[in-house]
């Protein structure tokens, strides 16, 4: 069994989600993947940060309530700020899940410049560093020879870039349209029900699913961060979500989406890339699907994407009504291929 340590940089929904996940998957993790998980490190930004490098307890950091400090689980020395509790920290992987800054990628892409600096390898559910920074991180990754593992930054945990990298070797994504946000999902289904927006909103909350700032994904943002790192990644394309020309939801009213569904149609808000010679035409905005479209089909918080190829047509991944467990399960998946990929039996 190969024993791997792992600092969280950021303990919300989804750091929480994923140390419960690494607590029920435990035996698994050791009899079917040789791995043995013990998480080191735990950093916040307002509610302080815990390191035992012998192991902290998943189940104690898990009874502090969300605002509770960490501070009483903290065995080191003081770490200035969060590039020091990473290299103070010590880890075999850095999970990066803190906010998304979709301007700039934010903090995290310094995180996770450290993380590699430290001789860490990468998972993150941050789709910002890879829409903002992925290049400069890529480069970096090669040149320390650390993994960099993203698949929860789009569609959670449902295979999309490691389809691609795994399953389809020689074969080039030439573009794409995907329902990426289910939060614009939901309320866009809500509000068909009957809804107003704020109502529609009121229920996405319940489920725990809203960005910290719910208007980047009402007003698309999230979107072409997600748009922009498919562009990234799966097309090597160069894009930053500023860059995207992007329409939200916001102005979207219930009377336009009874239209639509008069006529056949539903009205989604949809991510679209394409390459075009040398360019790549990327956006973001609503579309009026028709009913037999699968992005047109998607109900809830479900999310699809379109692949399309040159060698294989056309694909598409469906996510049903995914929640957070399948953002932790992203982390997890990642974990252990990282594991694989040191040389843990598989
Ligand atoms: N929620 C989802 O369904 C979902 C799905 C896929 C991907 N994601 C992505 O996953 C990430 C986390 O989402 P979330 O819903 O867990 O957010 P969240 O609940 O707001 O949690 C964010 C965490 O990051 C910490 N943090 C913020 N800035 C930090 C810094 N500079 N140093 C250390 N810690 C810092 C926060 O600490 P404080 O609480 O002390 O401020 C908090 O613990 C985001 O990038 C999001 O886009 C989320």
Redo the contacts with the bound molecule.
């Keep these: 069994v190969r024993h791997l340590s792992v600092a969280l940089?950021?303990?919300?929904?989804?750091?929480?989600?994923f140390a419960r996940l690494l607590l029920e998957t435990d035996d698994r993790l050791r009899a079917r993947h040789g791995l043995e998980c013990t998480v080191t490190g735990v950093?916040?930004?307002?509610?302080?940060?815990a390191i035992d490098r012998l192991g902290l307890d998943l189940a104690t950091l898990l009874s502090i309530e969300?605002d509770g400090s960490l501070a009483e689980l903290h065995c080191c020395p003081h770490a200035e700020?969060?590039v020091g509790?990473i290299r103070e920290a010590a880890a075999d992987v850095v999970i990066?899940?803190?906010?998304?800054d979709v301007e700039t990628g934010?903090?995290?892409v310094e995180?996770i410049r450290s993380a590699f600096a430290a001789g860490a390898h990468v998972v993150?559910?941050?789709?910002?560093p890879i829409a903002c920074a992925y290049r400069d991180l890529r480069a970096l990754a090669t040149a320390s020879r650390r993994q960099f593992r993203f698949e929860?930054?789009v569609m959670?945990g449902a295979p999309v870039f490691n389809l691609v990298a795994e399953t389809l070797p020689g074969c080039e994504v030439v573009g794409f349209s995907g329902v990426l946000n289910?939060t614009t999902n939901l309320l866009l289904t809500r509000m068909e029900q009957g809804a107003s927006l704020d109502e529609a909103l009121a229920d996405a909350r319940g489920r725990?699913?809203?960005?910290?700032n719910p208007d980047h994904d009402i007003d698309g943002h999230?979107a072409a961060a997600k748009a922009a790192a498919l562009v990234n990644v799966l097309m090597d394309g160069t894009v930053t979500p500023r860059d995207i020309p992007t329409i939200g939801i916001r102005r979207v009213t219930r009377d336009a989406l009874d239209a639509e569904v008069q006529r056949g149609r539903r009205l989604r808000l949809v991510a679209r890339a394409a390459r075009r010679g040398d360019e790549i035409a990327v956006r973001v905005g609503p579309e009026a699907l028709p009913e037999a479209d699968a992005l047109a089909r998607l109900g809830g918080t479900s999310n699809a994407l379109t692949l399309r190829t040159d060698l294989m047509g056309e694909l598409t991944i469906v996510e049903h009504d995914?929640?957070?467990e399948q953002?932790a399960y992203?982390l997890l998946s990642d974990l252990i291929a990282v594991g694989r990929a040191i040389g843990v039996r598989a």
């Design positions: 940089v950021g303990f919300g929904s989804v750091g929480r989600a950093a916040t930004r307002r509610h302080g940060v969300p700020d969060t509790f990066e899940a803190t906010v998304l934010g903090a995290a995180h993150t559910a941050n789709k910002g929860g930054t959670d289910s725990g699913i809203v960005e910290a999230d995914p929640g957070i953002t992203a």
